[in-house]
């Protein structure tokens, strides 16, 4: 009797404690002294731990980036991989302060989930991969076949409206653990595989022999991939998302990790505001002067972080695609920094 | 103040504060929850049941597509969940009593092998036994394209087992009359017979009557023309075999490693049961010239029986429970279904707030009901 009165008491506390960590999260991550992030569960690419144990892919880049921003220092980020059901709890949770974690925006999720999204940092779009054997060349020839996919609704439902479309009908088999769906995949329980197309390049990579399988050429959506941080938090919105345009008017502007010392002495107004030469632009979002300078000298530009992770000459072996400057046709276009 | 010293007083007193302060926490809690969700924008409530799903779900127990709404797709996800605990909660049960029996063989290569399913089962984990399982059935089984044709239109392919259709064209609703009819005669002739067995001690043919009143209906129903089948036959497409009846390796896997768990325990149940049972039982029953086997159907079960209900109940709940490891192998249950919902609406609280309390409804339902047999059941001491 007395230890049931007990513990319903504890518990009373606990539900009185729990109350929202509405603090400024600049605040909390200076006074933490180290940038919480939200990443994938080992995707190659994306985020995967090397074999040193250091977390890299494009996404952990992003999460770099912005620790650079905020404390000069690439290393004080720690990785929590999230579960893609979860995702969106550990931001609103405050568990993470950024989640960079190949997340679509979309209408509903930051319309009803109490999420801000930072600007896209990866254009993408849902595709088929099947395996050559198969001898087939276009989605629309997949009716009836079985498509495994991971649970979630902008893989199911653009799966559903397409074949619905279509007139078509298929077989869906969710998988909850990415694992469990490659190897159901690659075991021939499903002729095709459906999945962002960076995620398919990802898992292609992973194959026994990339070369059996194809991605077909049909993008069944748009999924514009972006970091997202929890809403009314203005002044860290801010910080995510000129940490991302950062790496991308580094790109335009020809900075490299390797040449951004020498960039130093450019004539260029605009580079040197972004290096923190001329005009103190760093305070006014309570970073260093110097933010610019040291993403870039720490991280690279958009371009470099792209080929390490993913481009031609890693086993995901992506090109480009939309995903380059807008000046030579792709949809990258950083505000001026000024 | 001397009412406090009175003792049933205090008893209701304290009583009362206590159901009190539980109430006052969990309204707490209650009003936390949904002020710091009001403050952080996310959507609450559970309007979002009627919208549309527009997600399909491969399996379905009840009529399902995806134009319907989201509360229809959860209720597919239970409907999933009970199938597929029902069935190896039976299957399970069917082998756990055998190989509880063979436990007590007298042949030392039985006793011994039925040992080592009991001791293999029950100390790994289930959800390594269904990684296992769905493996196999991936990887021993070809693919569809080579599928096994087993008999004239029944194929076995790692997509899994695909059978003819039944569909009725007439007579279905019938049928399903006929066939609660036959039952129900067949229970209360078979009772009849026990009881005139009993009084009389003469033999009678109860059995078989009671077989007839089981099948008669159904065969004159058929035999007179009441009911028109088609079979819907399986043909292989491009990639899939389509129509007739799919049964899925998720299923298969599932149902195989939920059985094969249950069977483990209820064979550990049946044998300590049967151990139980005073060794004076068995000599009484030789010496009335039963053999050994008439022995255990006739005496030693039936008495068995009583003490292993309760543990059962516990058995019976643990598979239910275990069911949602379905996830793991992609057999769209309650939580498959859930998760799709929550990662689509973002409703994270609601979706598993239905779900906690679908299985805690039906656990419910599943101890009552054991507990109602288990006083039928047990014996009636004075």
């Known amino acids: 009797m007395k230890k049931s009165v007990l513990t319903v008491a504890g518990v009373a506390a606990l539900g009185a404690m729990a109350v929202s960590a509405g603090a400024a999260t600049l605040d909390t991550v200076k006074g933490r002294g180290k940038l919480i992030c939200g990443v994938s569960l080992a995707t190659p690419g994306f985020a995967a731990p090397d074999d040193k144990g250091r977390m890299t892919g494009f996404d952990a880049d992003i999460c770099r980036s912005i620790a650079v921003a905020v404390f000069g220092d690439g290393d004080k980020v720690d990785f929590v991989p999230t579960n893609i059901n979860t995702r969106f709890q550990a931001v ?104 962002d197309r960076s995620d398919l390049a990802s898992i292609r990579a992973v194959a026994n022999n990339p070369d059996d399988y194809i991605l077909l050429p049909e993008t069944i959506s748009k999924e514009p991939l972006a970091p997202a941080v929890r809403q009314n938090d203005s002044a860290w919105r801010d910080i995510v998302s000129w940490s991302v345009w950062m790496l991308m008017a580094a790109e335009e502007k020809g900075i490299t990790q390797a040449n951004v010392d020498e960039k130093l002495k450019s004539e260029d107004p605009e580079i040197q505001r972004m290096l923190g030469v001329t005009d103190e632009l760093g305070p006014m979002l309570g970073l260093d002067k110097k933010w610019g300078y040291n993403i870039i000298k720490s991280v690279g530009n958009y371009g470099e972080v792209f080929e390490r992770n993913m481009g031609q000459g890693t086993r995901l072996g992506m090109t480009r695609g939309p995903n380059t400057q807008w000046n030579a046709g792709g949809l990258l276009y950083a505000p001026p920094i000024r | ?106 042949n030392p290569l039985l006793q011994r092998l039925m040992l080592s399913y009991v001791e293999a089962l029950r100390n790994v984990p289930l959800l390594l036994y269904l990684f296992l399982w769905y493996a196999i059935l991936l990887v021993a089984l070809p693919p569809v394209k080579e599928a096994l044709e087993l008999a004239p239109h029944v194929y076995l392919s790692n997509s899994g087992l695909v059978l003819p259709s039944l569909t009725f064209e007439k007579g279905a609703v019938f049928l399903r009359w006929a066939v609660i009819l036959g039952i129900i005669a067949a229970f209360f002739i078979r009772r009849t017979a ?143 279904v859930s998760n799709t919902v929550m990662n689509q609406t973002g409703q994270a609280i609601e979706t598993i707030a239905i779900f906690m309390a679908v299985y805690l409804g039906l656990s419910v339902a599943i101890s009552l009901f054991m507990n109602w047999y288990n006083g039928r059941v047990a014996l009636t001491e004075r």
């Open chain 1, 92 to 195: 609103q949770s405050g568990e993470v302060d950024v989640l960079s974690r190949q997340t679509t925006l979309t209408y509903t999720r930051e319309a009803s989930l109490g999420l801000d999204f930072g600007p896209t940092v990866f254009y993408d779009g849902q595709g088929l991969m099947v395996a050559k054997s198969l001898g087939v060349a276009s989605a629309k020839e997949l009716q009836d076949a079985a498509i495994c996919t991971l649970p979630g609704t902008t893989t199911a439902q653009n799966l559903s409206d397409f074949f619905r479309t279509l007139g078509a009908k298929f077989e869906l088999v969710v998988f909850e653990s990415p694992d469990e769906n490659r190897a159901a995949f690659f075991g021939g329980r499903c002729q095709a595989i459906s999945s």
């Open chain 2, 1 to 106: 103040m001397t009412l406090f010293y009175d003792k049933r007083f205090r008893a209701w007193f304290y009583q009362f504060c206590a159901v009190g302060i539980v109430l006052i926490a969990g309204w707490l809690m209650f009003a936390t929850v949904s002020d710091n969700l009001a403050k952080q924008n996310i959507a609450t409530g559970f309007g979002y049941l009627d919208r549309q799903a527009g997600f399909i779900i491969s399996e379905t127990t009840i009529p399902y597509q995806e134009t319907d709404t989201i509360g229809r797709a959860l209720l597919v996800g239970i409907a999933n969940t009970v199938k597929v605990s029902l069935l190896a909660a039976i299957l399970g049960t069917i082998i756990g009593l055998l190989v509880g029996i063979g436990r007590m063989s007298r």
């Open chain 2, 194 to 336: 026990l009881h005139r067995r009993v009084e009389t001690g003469q033999p009678n043919h109860g059995g078989l009557v009671a077989f007839f009143a089981l099948v008669g209906p159904v065969l004159a129903l058929v035999l007179l023309g009441g009911v028109a089948i088609t079979w819907e036959v399986p043909e292989a497409g491009r990639f899939r075999i389509t129509g007739g009846l799919h049964i899925r390796p998720e299923f298969v896997a599932l149902l195989v490693g939920l059985s094969l768990s249950v069977s483990a325990s209820v064979a550990e149940i049946v044998r300590a049961g049967i151990q139980a049972i005073n060794k004076g039982q068995w000599e009484a029953a030789a010496a009335l010239g039963l053999q050994r086997g008439r022995v255990m159907r006739l005496v030693i079960l039936p008495q068995a029986l009583r003490l292993m209900v309760p543990p059962l109940t516990n058995i019976y709940l643990t598979v239910f429970k275990n069911s949602s490891l379905a996830i793991a192998i992609g057999y769209p249950d309650l939580v498959m």
